[in-house]
């Protein structure tokens, strides 16, 4: 069986965290948008990134990435002020700071690391279901 590529590691791994993140707070298969409150079901809304993707430090960082609507999200690029606000109010004084220093980070995962993160969130998916 051929090793899968790196790309399709990647993008297996954003998919199953995005849908972990979606499913960890939901209640009765609804969850909440972190920066403006609307509610929706969980298929509906987004894994919203408080510090960008492109940062592999925090990209699969679960404390960086929380449940955003499309309008949040895609529309007003994050809200970042507003998620800001709610990681220190709803984490802790600080988070947000911390999650900006640890993006500075240079991290480089394994494709064993990739699929080890994949296992994870899996399992956690299918006990969150």
């Not at 899968?4 to 209640?27: G, M, N, V, W």
Request: proline content about 1%; charged content about 25%; hydrophobic content about 30%.
């Amino acid at each position: 069986m051929k090793k899968p590529s790196r790309k399709t590691l990647i993008k297996k791994l954003d998919t199953i965290f995005s849908k972990y993140i979606r499913l960890r707070k939901a209640k009765n298969e609804y969850s909440q948008c972190v920066t403006c409150g609307k509610v929706d079901h969980w298929t509906k809304l987004q894994a919203g990134h408080f510090i960008s993707r492109k940062n592999y430090a925090t990209r699969w960082d679960a404390t960086n990435v929380q449940v955003q609507c499309s309008g949040c999200n895609v529309f007003k690029y994050g809200e970042q002020y507003k998620f800001s606000l709610w990681l220190d109010k709803n984490i802790g004084t600080g988070t947000s700071e911390k999650l900006l220093l640890k993006s500075q980070n240079i991290v480089k995962y394994t494709d064993d690391q990739l699929q080890q993160k994949i296992g994870y969130y899996k399992f956690l998916v299918d006990k969150l279901l």
